[in-house]
């Protein structure tokens, strides 16, 4: 488990006698109750959850401060520290997702299909929840509340390891938002944390057969891994960002630049910011000074192949690895690629399967590009930044799934229901 240190701290301890297996049973005895709550009733408890957000956000900062001090002590990565942070206005935001997600339409008992058989049963294919969500992420005290809150709405409970770098933040926030499920009468059960056993928290979840329905990891490539790979229950796996974007010889300047640069900047630590920009040679001579130079105007530092460096100042010359590299912050890789046939044998070389998009305004390199990319999000003309749960419409997100089996993309609602069959007749016997 050393790829998770971070995520399963040894140096926490459980002072009581209760065990991680016992706060696992209780997850999946308040899922029977959470799967009999109506539409109703969820929404006033996520209501009640966003109100106590909003009422309790100097607790949660003064929380936070104290794990951010505490990072920047410990020497980590300022990636990670913005994704830790919570302030007046993210505390807001989470309250707002919240709110938001109160008021999407409920999945639970949606109708999928059915039809009648020949003998006259009735046959109806429904949504119904998983049971118990379990997630393992770090330092994201924001999935904490975003996971609790769409598992509550789809009628889950939820079992959440959100690493030692947001301890105390994390702390706050469940005890939260169980005092805003008690006082309207829900149980507090249907949240629960595992962050106080430490790596046996982490390890009750992945073994957590009979307990945990579901389980999504979110972090590092290699904690995704870990999960990936020592889980005995169901996984949904979400992955690391090496998301590209390709600008072909039609690309507008004002485009490319706006797009990249919205790409990079805007929130550089996240999965769905760019990290690789190719460009078609015929494109390059135009749309390469204008690209790079915006980037470096706003202080990111360019890796590129010879002719990027031929064309711009300033370069570090890019090796194999940066090819690979999900930097996660304010550092970009270009490379010069012949053709859109080159471009797309790159991305499937080193893509992560998250999120793709073209700069172009050919329709026919759009269509190939739409259809050839074999990733959870492809673009045409719009900025990476838009793969999220928020921006699609499901008022927050479990994760980004890049894997194909039940879901794929921002996770919402429906991500985290099963189906099950109902079948209706009137004394009919199998021949």
């Known amino acids: 488990m050393t790829a998770v240190a971070e995520s399963t701290d040894t140096t926490e301890t459980n002072a009581t006698t209760e065990t991680s297996q016992d706060r696992l049973s209780r997850a999946k005895e308040a899922s029977r109750a959470t799967a009999r709550l109506t539409s109703d009733e969820k929404a006033r408890a996520l209501e009640s959850i966003a109100q106590a957000l909003e009422a309790n ?14 990072g920047r002590e410990n020497g980590i990565a300022e990636s990670l520290v913005d994704r830790l942070r919570l302030d007046e ?7 707002s997702a919240v709110r938001e997600v109160a008021a999407l339409a409920d999945p639970v008992g949606q109708v999928i299909g059915g039809h009648r058989m020949p003998n006259g049963v009735a046959l109806e294919q429904v949504r119904v929840p998983f049971g118990v969500v379990g997630a ?8 904490t509340v975003d996971i609790a809150a769409l598992a509550l709405r789809s009628g889950n409970a939820s079992v959440l390891r959100g690493g030692s770098a947001a301890r105390e933040s994390n702390t706050v926030l469940v005890g939260i938002m169980r005092g805003a499920l008690e006082s309207v009468g829900i149980t507090p059960e249907a949240i629960q944390t595992v962050d ?17 329905d579901v389980l999504v990891p979110r972090g590092s490539a290699a904690l995704i891994e870990t999960v990936v790979t020592e889980s005995t229950v169901p996984v949904i796996e979400t992955g690391a960002g090496v998301v590209h974007i390709v600008l072909d010889e039609s690309a507008p300047d004002d485009w490319a630049r706006d797009i990249v640069v919205n790409a990079k ?25 204008v690209v790079a130079s915006a980037l470096q105007s706003e202080g990111v530092t360019v890796h590129g192949d010879d002719m990027v460096a031929g064309l711009v100042s300033n370069v570090i010359p890019a090796t194999e690895e940066d090819w690979a590299t999900e930097y996660l912050s304010l550092d970009i890789a270009i490379k010069v690629v012949d ?4 471009a797309l044998a790159h991305i499937r070389k080193y893509s992560t399967g998250h999120t793709e998009s073209i700069i172009t305004n050919d329709a026919r390199n759009i269509e190939r590009f739409l259809a050839e990319v074999d990733s959870a999000v492809v673009m045409a003309n719009a900025s990476t930044r838009f793969t999220d749960g928020a921006e699609f419409g499901f008022g927050a997100e479990v994760g980004i799934s890049t894997q194909k089996l039940h879901a794929r993309g921002p996770m919402g609602l429906s991500e985290l229901t099963s189906t099950k069959w109902l079948a209706r007749g009137s004394g009919q016997t199998r021949g």
């Open 339 to 342: 053709t859109l046939d080159d």
């Open 196 to 212: 106080d056993f430490g790596r046996d928290g982490a390890k009750a979840l992945m073994h957590g057969r009979g307990f945990v």
């Open 136 to 143: 393992i992420y770090e330092a994201r005290p924001n999935v």
């Open 57 to 70: 956000t100097t607790t949660i900062i003064e929380a936070n401060t104290r794990d951010i001090e505490r």
């Open 89 to 95: 206005k993210r505390v807001a935001a989470l309250a």
């Open 265 to 289: 900047v805007q929130r550089p630590s996240v999965c769905n910011a760019v990290e690789t920009v190719l460009v078609l040679r015929q494109a390059a001579p135009r749309l390469i000074p």
